[in-house]
């Protein structure tokens, strides 16, 4: 057996990081630079307000009340060239430009209008400055606004778009080809004859995959076959970044998918028996000398499982991530979670919650056997029990929260 994070570290070490492209900020969420980005202008391009309100000279409301002539009246967008002159004010609306001699804005609601909008008393003193946003005061010209190795996030999307870019510099996805492979596997509505299950892995591998923002491509089921799997890995790797497999990786199985892999594969083939429960075997290679293969095992929780600790770190190292792994949250157990030491981190699948004071709570949710799907639908998060005893109520554990879930609400 091979420990969990030297498993992770033998495969994130063999993927190739993407190269380059130049995207359009609305296909880029989500993807991870290449580039420093560096405001070219402040941002705001002029002194404009920051409230609904009157425009004045501070020097004229030192002292309050103070009443002021009201000249004029600028909204947003309003470009002309507007004066305040000593014992006047201009009506001035929030992001309007702020009058050449105004160097202060009063709010609305500390003013009151005489005279049909004629005058206004200022009912406070307003200090030189008062809400006012100066240029530059979101992003000074010459800042760096986006580091290389950043993952865009709708704000950086809208930080990059204020400086007038509209396309960014990030690394490729990879685009990512699923396969299922077994004779007994079928698809769609209909019977089943004896033997025959339905295809559970390729539709959660994709939806996993989709979920991750990677591309991908449905390479379907592919028999027990050595010469359908060599055709279908063949033509795949000249369409695909990275390949997800799933089945034939046990050591009982039937020779096909190791045979057809070891002959792709050649010595870049890793057939590993990682220290987990579930998800024990793993293959990882090079198609090709360049595509990553990654071969999960064929029971749709040990496929998943695998997926999360091996396939999504990969792929997303493959895309440019400097942490491609999720964080993992502390949770107290509801109940005792009592395991076996056998040499391996046991993953079980569970419900975290928070209470009404916040606090992160797990409990395990249904069958835990690798086959039984269902109880993972169940789940939002697995709990990770190092070797030994497992724990006991009210033991803090590690809990990894999964795609597609929310934590769940508070109780009562
Ligand atoms: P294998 O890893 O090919 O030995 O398969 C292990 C178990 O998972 C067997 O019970 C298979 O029938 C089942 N299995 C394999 N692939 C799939 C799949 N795509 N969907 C559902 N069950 C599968
Ligand atoms: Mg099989």
Request: charged share 25%; net charge negative; glycine share 12%.
């Amino acid at each position: 057996m091979i420990a969990l994070d030297e498993a992770q570290q033998r495969v994130l070490s063999a993927c190739p990081v993407l190269g380059a492209e130049r995207r359009p900020l609305a296909a880029a969420l989500g993807c991870i630079t290449t580039e420093r980005i560096v405001a070219s202008e402040d941002v705001p391009p002029f002194a404009n307000s920051a409230m609904d309100g009157y425009a004045l000279r501070s020097d004229d409301v030192a002292s309050a009340p103070s009443a002021l002539r009201v000249v004029d009246s600028v909204m947003a967008g309003d470009g002309r060239a507007v004066e305040v002159g000593v014992g006047e004010a201009v009506r001035i609306m929030t992001g309007a430009p702020v009058p050449d001699g105004a160097d202060a804005v009063c709010m609305v609601e500390q003013t009151r209008t005489e005279d049909e909008g004629r005058r206004v008393v200022i009912e406070v003193a307003v200090g030189p400055g008062t809400a006012i946003r100066g240029p530059g005061s979101d992003i000074a010209c010459g800042a760096e606004v986006v580091a290389p190795g950043t993952e865009l996030t709708p704000a950086h999307l809208g930080v990059i778009a204020r400086l007038g870019l509209e396309t960014v510099c990030v690394h490729r996805r990879p685009t990512v080809g699923v396969l299922s492979t077994g004779d007994e596997l079928r698809e769609g509505p209909g019977a089943l004859e004896r033997g025959a299950i339905r295809d559970a892995n390729r539709p959660m591998l994709l939806a996993l995959l989709g979920a991750a923002g990677f591309p991908t491509v449905d390479l379907g089921i592919v028999p027990d076959d050595e010469a359908t799997l060599r055709r279908v890995l063949t033509d795949a790797v000249a369409t695909c970044d990275a390949l997800v497999t799933s089945g034939g990786v046990s050591v009982g199985d039937l020779d096909v998918v190791r045979m057809v892999l070891t002959d792709l594969g050649g010595p870049s083939m890793h057939w590993m028996q990682v220290a987990i429960r579930p998800a024990k075997p793993l293959a990882f290679g090079l198609l090709d000398r360049r595509v990553p293969v990654i071969g999960l095992p064929g029971n749709p929780v040990s496929s998943l499982i695998s997926f999360e600790l091996f396939a999504r770190p990969a792929l997303r190292r493959m895309q440019g991530h400097r942490d491609p792994f999720r964080p993992t949250l502390r949770a107290l157990a509801d109940h005792d979670l009592p395991r076996r030491p056998d040499g391996k981190i046991h993953f079980v699948r569970g419900w975290a919650r928070t209470d009404a004071e916040g606090r992160l709570h797990v409990a395990a949710s249904g069958g835990q056997d690798s086959h039984q799907l269902k109880a993972l639908a169940d789940a939002n998060a697995l709990v990770v029990l190092e070797d030994g005893d497992g724990a006991r109520a009210g033991d803090e554990v590690r809990v990894l929260v999964l795609d597609g879930h929310r934590l769940g609400q508070p109780d009562g």
